[in-house]
């Protein structure tokens, strides 16, 4: 299965690499700070909250990428790595920086 029929449900960080080391983020102090989850709908919306903002939108996938808009807006731009349907390794892009993270479905 591809990106598209992989992508719908709830995925949660579970471990972002800073400086070369995979840090578990669904425990503290690292949850407080880069803990995030992301839904994917059907229709082409999502609901995200966490590390990176919390709120609702839509999102386009085009090859390996995923956009997020808000408000029309492009938000948030993930590079997807590896996919399997229940987990991900993806590279976050805010248009300013990056950050390599690893996410798990949950639903």
Known sequence: MGIKENIIGTWNGISANIDGNWIDITKYPYNSVLGF???FYNDGTYYGKGAFGTGRGTYT???R???TFVGGE?????YVKEMT??????TIND???TLD?????TK
């Open 101 to 105: 993270v690893r996410v798990q479905k």
């Open 85 to 90: 349907n229940t987990t991900a390794e993806l």
């Open 65 to 67: 990428t995923i956009e």
């Open 95 to 97: 248009g300013s920086s």
């Open 74 to 78: 492009l938000y948030l731009k993930y």
């Open 37 to 39: 989850s992301a839904t």
């Open 61 to 63: 996938i085009k090859g």
